[in-house]
């Protein structure tokens, strides 16, 4: 069993930064992909960005050039740093590991975007 601890989220105003960061814990195999999702209220849930054990990355082409995702190996942890933030970036983020074959979800953090 994995369990994902979120934390970072919060309002800030439209251009502002935050920092995400989610731990992860629990059995967890070497090769394992981390990453964010995020769903705003009516919408369904969507990648933000994924990072692979050996540093591969994707992001969503809404946040390309705003944001970037990291992860730190030893700590088993996955970082998202969130700039030149707008409004369509409110949402509930969910922190999100896929480990032989099974995904994983935090419950979630709440960013809001507004001036």
């Known amino acids: 069993q994995v369990q994902l601890v979120e934390s970072g989220g919060g309002l800030v105003q439209p251009g502002g930064s935050l920092r995400l960061s989610c731990a992860a814990s629990g059995s967890i195999f070497s090769n394992y992909v981390m990453g964010w999702y995020r769903q705003a209220p009516g919408e369904q849930r969507e990648l933000v960005a994924r990072?692979?054990?050996?540093?591969?990355?994707m992001y969503a082409d809404s946040v390309k050039g705003r944001f970037t995702i990291s992860r730190d190996n030893a700590k088993n942890t996955v970082y998202l740093q969130m700039n030149s933030l707008k409004s369509e970036d409110t949402a509930v983020y969910y922190c999100?590991?896929?480990?032989?074959?099974?995904?994983?979800w935090g419950k979630g953090t709440l960013v809001t975007v507004s001036a």
């Open positions: 999100w590991v896929a480990d032989a074959g099974v995904a994983y």
């Open positions: 990072i692979t054990s050996g540093g591969r990355i």
